[in-house]
């Protein structure tokens, strides 16, 4: 029982790491939270379904267009929403509540084209399984879970050793000092909407054919579940939002087997708030400190 | 001929008038400083130099080609460095980072050469070659920030005040080095607040009081001026 859903738990958090990675690449290069991001997901979910079921697209091809143009709805968020208010140093706040309001355009933009019913995502993976400690592992779930760390280990492969990763590191520490060294912030800002935004194309779609449906709700608590996770593992660190994801996954399968399955983001939000009274910089975060 | 050439420069932060019609040239191979009091205008001025932020009126000149209100990273290619006030080194990566990124407009054996001039000029980099920058000292992290700026290899060198904060043994060795950098061919503008020092460092010196530039001579005239005796320099030679 254990195990079993702690793999659980660790197939759902690996969906919210990859999505939590999303909120904190922002966080770490724009300083505001983007809001708007649980939306992304969504849109993401749905243009694989649109692509695979109205348009008989082969699944695959599907959710590679899905990725693409969803890393592309995040560059237009961007140059929407949030550019304008940066070129007239507006405050954060304003940013802040700028990406809230693309958030509620889009989820109603959902519903308006495809309809507020739940879709079904239909089966796409044979869902064999294989029994392991007693524990029932899909082939699915081990799909999942490995492409979620590939692709968040390879990231972070990006972010330390080539030089986009490096201007994004330095674009994140400082970002006039980045100017300084001829970085083209505005470039680097669209591939971290680009990057950000995919990824969560990715995590959206994985747990559609996880759960075999989805409706336009779906990225609000899945958005919030990151956001905790960004949080919770130190938000701006990438470390940190895959250590946070995993987490506030185990920990809330752990809750819904032994607990009640009600309690389940109860639980997860619960740990969360302990969590910053103990380590108000998340469990990876660091401490600012500057030289004088 | 000037290599960098401001006329009737204005510069504005909203309503406040920080920079009010300057004059400025700087001619290939010198050292020229920018001195005066705290909010005279001179990291104003640098930072539009260099594209941070842009003039509301006026022109600026580098080789010739007007650059007014074009993009920083535009300019760094151009070939206008700045090592900003404050040394804005990027505290979470090391030293051989940062100084790679100085060399972002650049190729790989490009940054390869120039990182052993940088080591070189200053070899306390080089033992601390991959230690954090955030945990440098202030005088590592002077020479991390000057360092970064020359992987660009640029053709101006903008300094601005790199004497803040230092211990007067390494404000004396990083003096050296500016002196050293433009003799390898560098020429350099230097914004201090320390007006002796910035004097004894340059060629030429322009003063800047509220915006305007109010004094433009010879170093050693400046340093002899009474104006600027009395309100930079201070009666004693204790400063």
Redesign the interface.
């Known amino acids: 029982m254990l195990f079993q859903q702690l793999i659980n738990g660790l197939t759902l958090g690996s969906t919210y790491a990859l999505t939590a990675v999303g909120y904190s690449m922002v966080f770490g290069i724009l300083g505001l939270v983007n809001f708007s991001h649980g939306s992304v997901y969504t849109v993401g979910a749905f243009l694989t379904l649109i692509f695979f079921t109205a348009l008989k697209f082969n699944f695959f091809v599907s959710f590679l267009l899905s990725i693409i143009l969803t890393g592309l709805l995040g560059i237009l968020i961007d140059r929407i929403s949030l550019y304008p208010l940066r070129k007239r140093n507006a405050p954060k706040v304003t940013s802040l509540i700028s990406t809230i309001g693309v958030s509620i355009f889009l989820q109603n933009l959902i519903m308006i084209t495809w309809g507020s019913e739940t879709k079904k995502f239909p089966l796409v993976i044979n869902r064999g399984s294989i029994n392991l400690f007693g524990a029932n592992i899909s082939t699915l779930q081990i799909m999942i879970f490995s492409m979620c760390i590939v692709l968040m280990v390879s990231l972070n492969i990006m972010i330390q050793k080539t030089?986009v990763g490096?201007?994004m590191?330095?674009t994140a520490?400082?970002s006039?000092?980045?100017?300084?060294?001829?970085?083209?912030i505005n470039a680097i800002i669209m591939i971290t909407f680009f990057m950000g935004s995919s990824l969560a194309s990715v995590a959206g779609t994985m747990v559609g054919m996880y759960y075999q449906t989805i409706d336009p709700y779906i990225g609000y608590m899945a958005g919030l579940k990151a956001f905790a996770a960004a949080v919770l593992g130190g938000i701006g660190v990438l470390p940190g939002a895959i250590v946070g994801g995993l987490s506030i996954g185990v920990i809330e399968a752990i809750a819904a087997g032994y607990l009640n399955a009600g309690y389940r983001d109860a639980i997860a939000f619960a740990v969360l708030v302990l969590m910053l009274i103990v380590k108000p910089s998340g469990l990876l975060g660091?401490q600012a400190?500057?030289?004088? | 001929m000037a290599i960098l050439k401001l006329t009737d420069v204005h510069i504005s932060y909203g309503n406040i008038k920080a920079v009010k019609g300057i004059n400025l040239e700087i001619n290939k191979g010198e050292i020229v400083t920018l001195i005066g009091s705290n909010g005279a205008g001179k990291t104003t001025t640098m930072n539009t130099i260099t594209g941070l932020l842009k003039p509301f009126k006026g022109k600026i000149e580098f080789k010739g080609r007007d650059i007014t209100g074009k993009n920083t990273s535009e300019i760094v290619k151009l070939g206008i460095s700045l090592a900003p006030e404050g040394r804005q080194v990027f505290p979470r990566m090391t030293v051989i980072e940062n100084l790679e990124l100085g060399g972002y407009t650049r190729t790989k054996s490009q940054i390869i050469e120039t990182l052993g001039e940088v080591f070189d000029l200053f070899p306390r980099l080089r033992e601390r070659k991959y230690q954090e920058a955030g945990t440098l000292s202030g005088g590592e992290q002077q020479m991390l920030a000057i360092g970064r700026a020359m992987m660009a290899r640029p053709e101006l060198l903008l300094l601005d005040e790199p004497s803040m904060g230092l211990a007067p043994i390494i404000v004396e060795l990083v003096l050296k080095a500016i002196k050293k950098i433009n003799k390898l061919g560098t020429t350099i503008l230097l914004v201090e607040q320390n007006a002796r020092m910035a004097l004894m460092t340059a060629d030429r010196g322009y003063l800047l009081e509220t915006g305007k530039i109010v004094m433009a001579a010879n170093a050693d005239i400046l340093l002899h001026s009474d104006k600027i005796i009395k309100a930079y320099l201070g009666e004693n030679k204790e400063d």
């Open positions: 030089r490096k201007a590191r330095a520490q400082n006039k000092a980045a100017m300084l060294m001829g970085i083209n660091k400190s500057k030289k004088v």
